[in-house]
Every structure is written in C-alpha cells, then in structure tokens.
C-alpha cells in the first residue's frame, strides 16, 4: 500500500498519478508516515510544487502572471502532476503510453492548448511525456473531427435505458437484470416517456436546436418491442440528423425490434461482440454465443442501419493471439464503425470485487495490433476516451469507415456540444459557449428514486437550459 501526502488544493489529481505507477494507493494526513510527498507552494505569483519518493526529488515551478481563477487552476493541476509523475518516474523506471495524463479527454486538452498559442504536440512529447504514438493518435482524431468541430452550437438529446438481461462481470454502470426488476418496467417507461414529452416541448418552446439522439443504457433493446417503440416515439422531433440506439447485446435483438426501430427514424444501432471467443462471453456472463453475434449481426445488416461494433481488450484469461482472432473475426463483417475498448476494472464490476487485476503488460499488444489491422482495412480513429483503472493505462478508441462517424459521441467525449438527458442516471451538461464552463443536472442513478422523484429532475433540468 502507497501512502499519499498532499498539500495541493486538489489532491485526487495527485493520488491519480500515483495510481499510474501503484495499484493500491491511499490518501494519508500525516506528511511523516506518508510514502509520496506532493508539497505546494504559493510565494505571491511564484508557484513550486516538489513531490519526495523513494529518496528522489523532483520540482518544477510556474509564475501565475495575469490568470485567472479558471487559468491558473488548470495550470497548477498540471504542474502539480507533472512533477509527482517525474519524480515517480525517475524512481521507478517506469513511463506511461499517456505520461502525466490522467484526464479523460487528451483530445480536448490538446484543444485547449492550441488555444493557449501552444504546439499541443510539443507540449504532450516534452512538458507531459506522452509517447508519440499516442500523440499521433490525437493528431489523426483531429483530423477526422475537423469537419463535426465546425458544425454549429446546437443540442443532443440522451435517453438512458438502465435494463439489462444479464450483468457483465466488467460493467461498472448503474442498473439492473430486467427480469429481477420486471415490476418496474411499465412505471420506468411510462415516467421517462414523460421526461421525454415535457424535454422536448421545453426544447421547442425555447428555440434549443436537437441534431443528435442516442439511446444508451443499460441495453435499450432489452425491453420488448412494445416498450422501445412506446419510447422512440415520443422522440419527434424535425431535422434529427442522427438517431443512435445501443442494441448492445445480440440475445436482445430481434426483427421485431429492429423494425421498430427503424420505423422510428432510427438510422445508427450498436451490436457488441466484445469477443470472439465463446470461453470468455461464459466467463464475463454474456449469456450469448459467437454464433449468435453472426446471425444477430447478420439479421440488422439486413436493415440499412449504419451498425458499430464493440471489442474489449484484456478481458480475463484472454491472450494476445484470441484478441486478434476477435478482431479479424469482427472484420469479416465490416461494420461501419468498431470500438476498442481497453478493460477498466471499476468500483462495482464484479471483476474488480473478485480482486481481477487483469492482464498487465499484454494488453497494449492487443491494442496495438488492433490498431494496425484496422487502420490497413481503412479505419480510420476518429474519437478516443480514457478512464481510470485502464489497462495497461491505455485508452478507448472508436473508429469508422469514410464519413461514418458518430457525431453524438464525438460531441460527447470532447464536450463540444450541450447534451440535454433523460432517464435514470442521466446527466444533462450545458456548455456556456465562450465561458469556458460547464454545468451538470443528474437524475437519480436508482430506478425507484428516478420514478419517484421525476418532477424534481424535470425541474432542475429544465432550469439549467433556461
């Protein structure tokens, strides 16, 4: 166990770093007993942060000239990392594909540093020690964004389905196998189709543009045929240009679903294999098989939905050589668009309560190898997110073919665009174009107190886009 003392404004950001090189850190109040030492200093504009490990020292100081609030605070969050990653660095020996970045969205801060009058790439390779390839990576998702970070200040619209048919050992979301929850089914619907109805004619009524719609869950298509079309038909709405839902799970679909589905104007649906290898769905309780993926797969390709494809790299007993079985598997369907998730084990997946502490040091042959057969097959990356506990401290990646890329997600992962939610454990952000500030309304993550308390959420999201 690694003990952590700080005296940073914001030590979780210093415990996050420490987390890249320990997988069992703690925070400590007593700077004697503690085994990383993160000290802060602020003398007038003069700002040094020093970080103490296994006798090495590291510092590294800025002057906070003419910043403001916001400005300094994203500098120092740097600097204060940058130097407990240096010093952890030169102790162990060890560096990171990312370096000292912990945020989820190295697209976004290369954004920002370009709007600072700084060379992203130079600043990720020297000041943050970013491997190239992963910078090469921004540079090329950058690319591929260039023509969705034009498009305008409208809307998106979620819709979170919290059901699922059975839960996966990784799955850290909320929500709940739909047959153990089956008597709250029918006031679930009826309560978001409620949501949905009361969004979008405050939407209307107050000029807030929606281009965008994504159904996520949980498993959306989860619900029988009856209920999805009861939801997706309280979404009218003119000039939708993309209508995403995650069908998820292939023991989910069906042709009955599917033709509701595309009844309702839906035009993009996920189906997930996650692997190839019917060992490792029984072991992560997918309740399918690789031969359901390829009839499911089959039957919605029939329907001219643009589909995606999920892979997970570092799944339990998985090597390199069955990851890449899965994903050459997956390209003989050529799906529109395939995303490379690396395994994260969370707080609440039962992989983590298991004490699974996954498949260090082979997974980023995984990921690399997908990387490489897809790029020669002409996918290109065109979004990426990180998340803590990744494997291998690696990345999500989605990629697509020529011009089919999933606007919604992009707009997600880089908070580009202002998302108005509904449904349990939905969060609605608003993004204050040329503030630099985002604010957040949540509804209740437990289906019960969602149900329950409907008009408080309604209430408090609907004041937020006023």
């Not at 797969?297 to 995606?308: D, E, G």
Request: proline share 2%; with cysteine.
């Amino acid at each position: 166990m690694i003990k952590v003392f700080t005296n940073f404004s914001y030590p979780t950001e210093v415990e996050d770093v420490v987390k890249l090189f320990f997988s069992d850190v703690v925070a400590c109040d007593n700077q004697q007993d503690a085994d990383v030492v993160c000290l802060y200093e602020k003398k007038s504009d003069d700002i040094t942060n020093t970080c103490y490990y296994n006798g090495k020292k590291v510092s590294n100081s800025f002057k906070a000239n003419n910043m403001d609030d916001l400005q300094f605070w994203r500098v120092a969050k740097r600097f204060a990392k940058t130097a407990v990653y240096n010093c952890l660095k030169k102790a162990t020996g060890r560096s990171m594909p990312w370096g000292s970045l912990t945020g989820i969205r190295p697209v976004k801060l290369a954004v920002q540093l370009t709007e600072e009058g700084k060379d992203y790439k130079s600043e990720f390779a020297g000041f943050f020690d970013v491997k190239q390839d992963k910078i090469a990576l921004v540079e090329e998702i950058l690319s591929q964004q260039e023509s969705i970070r034009s498009a305008g200040n409208y809307t998106d619209l979620y819709i979170g389905i919290p059901f699922c048919v059975s839960r996966c050992s990784y799955c850290s979301f909320t929500g709940g196998e739909i047959a153990r929850l089956s008597k709250y089914v029918e006031p679930y619907v009826d309560t978001l189709c409620r949501e949905i109805t009361t969004t979008l004619q405050f939407a209307k009524d107050h000029g807030v543009q929606i281009k965008n719609v994504y159904f996520g869950g949980g498993t959306p298509t989860s619900l029988d045929a009856k209920d999805l079309k009861r939801i997706l038909q309280c979404v009218n709405i003119a000039g939708i240009e993309e209508f995403t839902v995650e069908a998820g799970r292939p023991d989910t679909i069906d042709k009955d679903k599917l033709d509701v589905m595309l009844d309702c104007g839906v035009n993009r649906i996920s189906v997930n294999p996650q692997s190839f290898n019917n060992c490792t769905l029984e072991k992560v309780g997918r309740r399918h098989t690789v031969e359901d993926m390829y009839d499911k797969y089959n039957l919605a390709r029939s329907y001219p939905f643009v589909i995606n494809a999920d892979l997970i790299a570092g799944l339990p007993d998985e090597s390199v050589e069955m990851f890449a079985h899965s994903v050459d598997s997956l390209l003989t369907l050529h799906p529109d668009n395939i995303t490379v998730h690396t395994l994260a084990l969370k707080k609440g997946a039962e992989l983590k309560l298991q004490n699974y502490h996954g498949q260090q040091q082979i997974v980023a042959d995984m990921v690399q190898y997908s990387h490489d057969v897809l790029h020669k097959n002409g996918y290109k990356a065109y979004y990426m997110y990180r998340q803590k506990y990744m494997s291998d401290n690696l990345e999500n990646v989605g990629f697509c073919l020529d011009g089919k890329q999933c606007v919604y997600n992009v707009d997600n992962m880089d908070e580009l665009r202002s998302i108005i939610a509904c449904g349990s454990n939905a969060i609605s952000k608003r993004i204050f174009y040329g503030q630099n500030r985002i604010e957040r309304s949540a509804n209740a993550k437990d289906v019960i107190t969602y149900i329950n308390n409907i008009d408080q959420y309604l209430e408090r999201k609907l004041k937020l886009f006023m």
